[in-house]
T-cell receptor
């Protein structure tokens, strides 16, 4: 089975620019997550979707971050405008959403802000 | 407030010996615990999990132990192999919030 796909793998932008990341979860997985991983730390949840509805976005900086999952499959995460502290790896994960099932992660997008 | 803590940033063991990675948590609502392995430039890979109704789960060379009263879990790797060298993350979730809360990771180096 194909894993979680993310693109791009790397992105370098200047502060105050905008950027978007794309994620395609494992086929059939209803639950999709975006995590931010800053160097030296564990991943931290930004937003969780169940199908195309938002379940948890309490830790999403909504003044600059937005995310959508319009058809309940692919998802995009956008940052506008970017700040220096947004430099991190952005990880997408998916799970079946049923019971005690692990989340499976993509390889992430490494974002560098100049 | 760090709800999941991995207090050892790094661990070095000899090939063939046991590796023990530790994790502590503070949120008593957590009922599902996972270990992920991460190689550089790759996403975390699921390794093994345990629910709060168990105190041990085994999968080949990997065993996870859960001590609910101490709010502590550990991952044992026996025997350790050089390919096990990676960063290991402990993570936890609960029924009301399936998103994972991660520790900061432990870098394991297995010396040949």
């Amino acid at each position: 089975e194909a894993g979680v796909a993310q693109s791009p793998r790397y992105k370098i932008i200047e502060k105050r620019q905008s950027v978007a990341f794309w994620c395609n979860p494992i086929s059939g997985h209803a639950t999709l997550y975006w995590y931010q991983q800053i160097l030296g730390q564990g991943p931290k949840l930004l937003i969780q979707f169940q199908n195309n509805g938002v379940v948890d976005d309490s830790q999403l900086p909504k003044d600059r971050f937005s995310a959508e999952r319009l058809k309940g499959v692919d998802s995009t995460l956008k940052i506008q405008p970017a700040k220096l502290e947004d430099s991190a790896v952005y990880l997408c994960a998916s799970s079946s959403g049923q019971g005690w099932q692990p989340q499976h992660f993509g390889d992430g997008t490494r974002l560098s802000i100049l | 407030d760090q709800q999941v803590k991995q207090n050892s940033p790094s661990l070095s063991v000899q090939e063939g010996r046991i590796s023990i990675l530790n994790c502590d948590y503070t949120n008593s609502m957590f009922d599902y615990f996972l270990w992920y392995k991460k190689y550089p430039a790759e996403g975390p890979t699921f390794l093994i999990s345990i629910s709060s109704i168990k105190d041990k789960n085994e999968d080949g060379r990997f065993t996870v132990f859960l001590n609910k009263s101490a709010k502590h879990l550990s991952l044992h790797i026996v025997p350790s192999q050089p390919g096990d060298s990676a960063v290991y993350f402990c993570a936890a979730s609960h029924t009301g919030r399936r998103a994972l809360t991660f520790g900061s990771g432990t870098r394991l180096q297995v010396q040949p």
